[in-house]
């Protein structure tokens, strides 16, 4: 398959990157990346020398089965008028990763054109191919194309086809949320120095105690109070630390920050 992802910024160069990584490990997957800057392109491609570089949208385009429009949302009018004259767009898979870019903008910039149309939502952790990625595709996606996005994104984490109300939640929770959860983990570490540990330490304690939490909700299948229970005794140390956190309006904030966004 070849995919060309239409600027490595931020989540074009984790898309890439985790294809790459994807390819390595055997998938059939030829990746173009362009950017505005040679710069641009050699930094990413000094890792991933796999990876075809070019300043030309229109070749890229050309070129490709799936085209990943990964440029700022109020690049990719200027960006279409430059591809929108490249030949052969009929039937091609285009997918924005544009936030609030969805189906039916690009429709309106590629007037008469026959492309295959997604609005899709990854978060950065696609370099490490552990994405949470929400997929919406338009109404006139069949559904082998749709299975197809998503085996797509699969190879860079986790992939889920919805509608766009629920891939505006899902995005609040993972795209928006990878930031929060970093957040925490400052706090944790913060916390961690204040107790006397070196900052060094106090990250690597708390982001492996992030993956250890991670991995017992994963593979026990349990509930999260179902898990904290089992490490609350009463009259602990846990159960004291926990109660700060609702005395703070813990759970209220995260919910609070995850509702910032729908608004």
Not at 55 to 73: C, G, I, S, Y
Not at 190 to 218: F, H
Request: net charge negative; glycine share 8%; aromatic share 4%.
């Amino acid at each position: 398959m070849r995919i060309s992802v239409i600027g490595a910024g931020n989540m074009g160069g984790a898309l890439a990157k985790g294809w790459v990584k994807a390819s390595r490990d055997g998938e059939q997957l030829d990746i173009t990346v362009t950017a505005h800057t040679q710069r641009s392109l050699d930094r990413i491609s000094a890792d991933f020398p796999e990876l075809h570089c070019t300043l030309d949208n229109r070749k890229a385009v050309a070129e490709a089965d799936v085209v990943v429009l990964a440029v700022k949302p109020w690049m990719v009018k200027a960006v279409m008028d430059e591809i929108a004259s490249a030949e052969n767009l009929d039937g091609k898979i285009f997918v924005s990763v544009a936030a609030n870019v969805l189906p039916a903008d690009l429709k309106t910039m590629m007037p008469g054109c026959k492309a295959h149309i997604f609005y899709v939502m990854p978060n950065i952790a696609a370099e490490y191919r552990q994405s949470m990625t929400f997929i919406s595709p338009a109404d006139d996606v069949t559904e082998d194309e749709a299975d197809m996005v998503q085996r797509l994104f699969s190879l860079v984490g986790m992939a889920q086809i919805c509608d766009v109300k629920t891939l505006s939640a899902g995005n609040m929770l993972a795209g928006c949320g990878i930031a929060y959860v970093m957040r925490f983990l400052h706090a944790m570490m913060q916390g961690g120095v204040e107790l006397g540990l070196y900052p060094a330490d106090a990250q690597q304690i708390a982001q492996q105690t992030m993956t250890g939490a991670v991995t017992v909700l994963r593979e026990s299948g349990l509930h999260p109070e179902a898990a904290i229970d089992k490490v609350t005794t009463p009259g602990g140390l846990t159960i004291k630390g926990l109660n700060e956190l609702d005395h703070a309006g813990f759970t209220s904030a995260v919910i609070r920050c995850l509702k910032a966004g729908m608004k």
